[in-house]
């Protein structure tokens, strides 16, 4: 099975810096897509940024030219460098990979297990 660790998050002030990485461990055939998501308390879960297969980058409007999404395809890793913290930006953040496991099967998504960003105002 596929599986996927998250790791850097952490407890920062407002216009600190943090860097989540996520690295996929399994037998992966092809990724086909890399994606950040974040929940915080009460509200629903939503896309941060994600990388698609040929590279393309994709933000929300929240975390435009403060959050920067990159990848290390030879490693199966993902990383989400984010400067310029706000509050607001509190949340569980959850890696996503769309991955096949084999030529003729269909993606599927895995999900990381969370790692809690917390920005003090």
């Known amino acids: 099975q596929v599986q996927l660790v998250e790791s850097g998050g952490g407890l920062v002030q407002a216009g600190g810096s943090l860097r989540l990485s996520c690295a996929a461990s399994?037998?992966?055939?092809?990724?086909?897509?890399m994606g950040w998501y974040r929940q915080a308390p009460g509200e629903q879960r939503e896309l941060v940024a994600d990388?698609?297969?040929?590279?393309?980058?994709n933000y929300a409007d929240s975390v435009k030219g403060r959050f920067t999404i990159s990848r290390d395809t030879a490693r199966n890793t993902v990383y989400l460098q984010m400067n310029s913290l706000k509050p607001e930006d509190t949340a569980v953040y959850y890696c996503?990979?769309?991955?096949?496991?084999?030529?003729?099967?269909?993606?599927?998504?895995?999900w990381g297990q969370g790692t809690l960003v917390t920005v003090s105002s």
């Open positions: 399994g037998s992966i055939f092809s990724i086909n897509a």
């Open positions: 990388i698609t297969r040929g590279g393309s980058t």
């Open positions: 996503n990979f769309r991955v096949t496991t084999g030529r003729w099967s269909s993606y599927l998504e895995v």
